[in-house]
């Protein structure tokens, strides 16, 4: 089919797709609750313990470990603005035992991998 409303289809996902991605990230921005001088929450691990077992349990994961420790973290604490620049809030670090990491986002991206 040709005409203007096959034209309005085709583009209809891409317009729309902005213009939600655009309040989504407004949405997101506007309920940041985490001041600039409070602390975040910390996950800590050890990452060879995950490395060397033999079986799976779904108990012993880093995601389980990670929703044990943030459980009793009011969700309001994990509302931070998109991460943009050189130096990103994120919702929560990430310390891994054993390693002296300075910056916390090379033990994040470790996490989300």
């Not at 996902?13 to 001088?37: A, E, H, M, P, Q």
Request: glycine share 8%.
């Amino acid at each position: 089919s040709s005409g203007i409303n096959a034209e309005y289809g085709r583009g209809r996902s891409f317009l729309f797709y902005d213009v939600k991605l655009g309040y989504l990230n407004f949405v997101i921005n506007s309920t940041d609750r985490r001041s600039g001088d409070s602390v975040p929450p910390e996950i800590i691990f050890d990452p060879l313990t995950f490395v060397y077992q033999t079986e799976r349990d779904i108990d012993n994961t880093i995601t389980m470990l990670a929703k044990h420790q943030l459980s009793r973290t009011p969700s309001s604490e994990l509302c931070v603005k998109l991460a943009a620049g050189g130096d990103p809030i994120f919702p929560f670090n990430v310390k891994l035992t054993g390693e002296n990491v300075a910056e916390t986002s090379g033990s994040f991206r470790y996490f989300i991998w």
